[in-house]
C-alpha cells in the first residue's frame, strides 16, 4: 500500500479563520513533508520531518504552522493566510529524509477568501 | 548548488506517437539521486522511477523507457505508443547527498495526448 492520504480535499477559509490540513500515512515511512504548489508551478519544499521532529523549515511564515504527532501523521495549522497563499497543498512521505522516493497525497486545494 | 532544466514547457502529440521528455540536471555531488513523477489532473504525484547517480543502466518499464546519460547530466524519459492516459504534468526531480538534500524539482512538462 503505497497510499498518503490527506483531507480534506478542499478548504475553503477566511483571512481570520483558524484551519488544520491532515496528512495520514501507514507504510512506515519515518520522513513526511509539506509542499506547496501553485497552477503551473512545480511543488515548493515547505517543511520536513523525520523521525518526528522538524529538521527543515524552508523559511515558511508562521502563519503555517507543522505539527507531527506521531510517525504516521502529519498535520499542518493555518491562521490568519494571505488570499496569495491559495494554492494545491500537497503531503509526501519517505522511508528516509534522504534520497528515497517520496510517495504523495492527493493534496488538498485551499482557497483563501 | 543543484538544479533541474526541462526545457520543453508543453508538448502535444497524436495518440500512438512516441514522445520524449528532457532533463538536464546540475549538481556538485558526486552521488545522487534522480527521479520522474506523474501529475495527472487529480494532482496527486505519482513516482515513477528512481536512478542513483551510479547506475547508469537505461531502464524500462511497459511503455516507459529512461535513458540516464553523465556524461551530459541528463535523465530523459520516453512514452512509447502514447496514450490518452498519458497526459499529464511530468516532473523531474534531484536530490543530492550533500546540502540541500530534499527532492529539486523541474518545471515540469505538459504533456498532451490527443486522440
Known amino acids: 500500500d503505497t497510499e498518503v492520504t490527506q483531507t480534506p480535499k478542499h478548504l475553503v477559509m477566511g483571512m481570520t479563520n483558524k484551519k488544520s490540513l491532515k496528512c495520514e500515512q501507514h507504510?512506515?515511512?519515518?520522513?513526511m513533508y509539506w509542499y506547496k504548489q501553485k497552477a503551473k508551478k512545480p511543488p515548493e519544499l515547505m517543511f520536513v520531518?523525520?523521525?518526528?521532529?522538524?529538521?527543515i523549515n524552508e523559511s515558511v511564515p508562521s502563519r503555517f504552522s507543522p505539527e507531527c504527532p506521531n510517525s504516521s501523521l502529519l498535520n499542518l495549522h493555518l491562521h490568519a493566510l494571505q488570499p496569495e497563499d491559495s494554492a494545491l497543498y500537497l503531503c509526501?512521505?519517505?522511508?528516509?529524509?534522504?534520497?528515497?522516493?517520496?510517495?504523495f497525497g492527493q493534496g488538498t486545494r485551499l482557497t483563501v477568501v | 548548488a543543484q538544479k533541474v532544466t526541462q526545457a520543453q514547457t508543453e508538448i502535444s502529440v497524436v495518440e500512438k506517437e512516441d514522445v520524449t521528455l528532457d532533463c538536464v540536471y546540475e549538481?556538485?555531488?558526486?552521488?545522487?539521486?534522480l527521479f520522474w513523477y506523474k501529475q495527472p489532473p487529480s494532482g496527486e504525484l505519482v513516482f515513477l522511477i528512481r536512478?542513483?547517480?551510479?547506475?547508469?543502466q537505461n531502464e524500462i518499464s511497459g511503455r516507459y523507457s529512461w535513458n540516464f546519460q553523465k556524461s551530459t547530466s541528463s535523465f530523459n524519459f520516453t512514452i512509447t505508443a502514447s496514450q490518452v492516459v498519458d497526459s499529464a504534468v511530468y516532473f523531474c526531480?534531484?536530490?543530492?547527498?550533500?546540502?540541500?538534500?530534499?527532492?529539486?524539482f523541474g518545471s515540469g512538462t505538459r504533456l498532451q495526448v490527443q486522440p
Open positions: 509526501a512521505s519517505s522511508l528516509f529524509a534522504v534520497n528515497t522516493e517520496a510517495f
Open positions: 507504510m512506515g515511512h519515518r520522513a
Open positions: 520531518y523525520s523521525y518526528e521532529k522538524l529538521s
Open positions: 549538481t556538485r555531488d558526486t552521488t545522487y539521486y
Open positions: 536512478r542513483n547517480s551510479f547506475d547508469e
Open positions: 526531480a534531484l536530490s543530492g547527498v550533500t546540502g540541500r538534500r530534499a527532492l529539486t
